[in-house]
């Protein structure tokens, strides 16, 4: 049974007649071994027609109508054309080899044309592709690239459907963004976690008394069962932490942290009150907590 080959250029619909494949083999290893030599290649295929698109404007809706898997009118009328005409009542002699399974099927379907899409006829079509422009007398290899890349850009630019009225999408994403950022600070600002060693503190976790022991504590939920004046003191959250932090166990917070309090938060006399605050409070102390 003859083989032909359908191979959608970015520049027309081409016809080849593959009439030499003894020549090379009927494998796919002998067909990829035949590929890059043209004047082997050249002995298996022929151009039977070729079919030039009229304008970028047809070019891009024959390139969707493929990619979709649809046989358009102009397919149609050029394998019509261009294919072995088939006597009523009787089957075709031949069969055409595509690379989209789907659009095999649209042909199938319309036309009554038996279509193959294997890894045979897929290596044959890569060799075309290959050497198309050797087998189009008129058309010249840059031609083709600029038919390829005006094709590539109109139906990449189709695909994404950019809308040039909406612009400003990216910087509505952006605030939006900064929006949600600023709902979920505020919202984990309750739950988040602090890591506080207790080498100083009367730790009685399961651990060896050589190791630093580590515990992750929420800062207003459970900070503030050891020393709940501080929030009425520092409002900031990223301050409280770092207050938080430093201060771990009040009942140690004395005289001589006040500088390195006033360094925190940029306040002598708010530091004074943290310290006075740690004095007169009557909260738990961290080993109770424990």
Known sequence: MALYLLFEAASGYALFHAYGIDEIGQSV?????????????????????????SSAVNALNQCNAISEGIMTDELRNFLELNLPKVKEGKKAKYSLGVMEPKVGSHISEATGIPCQSNEF???????????????????????????????????????????VNRVDNMVIQAIFLLDTLDKDINSFYLRVSLEVS?????????????????????????????????????????????????????????????????????????????????????????????
């Open 198 to 290: 207790y080498k100083c503190c009367q730790c009685t976790c399961q651990r060896s008394p050589n190791s630093s022991c580590l515990h992750i504590y929420s800062v207003m939920e459970w900070y503030s069962w050891h020393f709940p004046e501080l929030v009425k003191i520092v409002n900031d959250n990223y301050l409280y932490a770092k207050i938080a932090k430093f201060v771990v166990n009040k009942s140690d917070l004395a005289e001589k942290d006040i500088p390195a309090l006033a360094d925190l938060v940029g306040d002598e006399d708010k530091a004074k009150e943290i310290v006075e605050a740690a004095k007169a409070s009557m909260a738990r102390i961290f080993h109770q907590l424990i």
């Open 29 to 53: 290893d002998a067909v990829r071994a035949s590929v890059l030599d043209l004047q082997r290649f050249g002995k298996a295929v022929k151009l039977a027609g070729f079919s030039p698109f």
């Open 121 to 163: 006829v897929q290596e044959l079509l890569q060799g075309v592709w290959l050497h198309f422009n050797r087998f189009i007398d008129q058309l010249k290899e840059s031609d083709l690239e600029k038919a390829q890349l005006g094709l590539g850009h109109s139906y990449s630019r189709a695909k994404v459907k950019f809308n």
